[in-house]
């Protein structure tokens, strides 16, 4: 069983900043690709980036140049750093691990609110 602790959250103005963690437990983190995702008010969850074991990336047109997804194997936490944040960028945040259908776990997601 994998757990999946998010934290980072907050209330940022626009053009601010927040970098979000999520810290797994057991041992298929480091074979796994690691994904944010997002969902807002009255919105379907929208994959925000994504990680893969090997390290490559993946990022939303709506978010590319501005967030950064990183992993940090030997913690077992992956990362996104999200920068010159806009009110739509206002959601609750959710990571997932993935391994296989049978691996697929979620955190419980954490806020963030862009306003001013």
């Known amino acids: 069983q994998v757990h999946l602790v998010e934290s980072g959250g907050g209330l940022v103005q626009p053009g601010g900043s927040l970098r979000l963690s999520c810290a797994a437990s057991?041992?298929?983190?480091?074979?796994?690709?690691m994904g944010w995702y997002r969902q807002a008010p009255g919105k379907q969850r929208e994959l925000v980036a994504r990680?893969?074991?090997?390290?490559?990336?993946h990022y939303a047109d709506s978010v590319k140049g501005r967030f950064t997804i990183s992993r940090d194997n030997a913690k077992n936490t992956v990362y996104l750093q999200l920068n010159s944040l806009k009110p739509e960028d206002t959601a609750v945040y959710y990571c997932?691990?993935?391994?296989?259908?049978?691996?697929?776990?979620w955190g419980q997601g954490t806020q963030v609110v862009v306003s001013s």
């Open positions: 997932n691990l993935y391994y296989n259908e049978h691996s697929d776990y």
């Open positions: 057991g041992s298929i983190f480091i074979i796994s690709t």
């Open positions: 990680i893969t074991y090997g390290g490559s990336t």
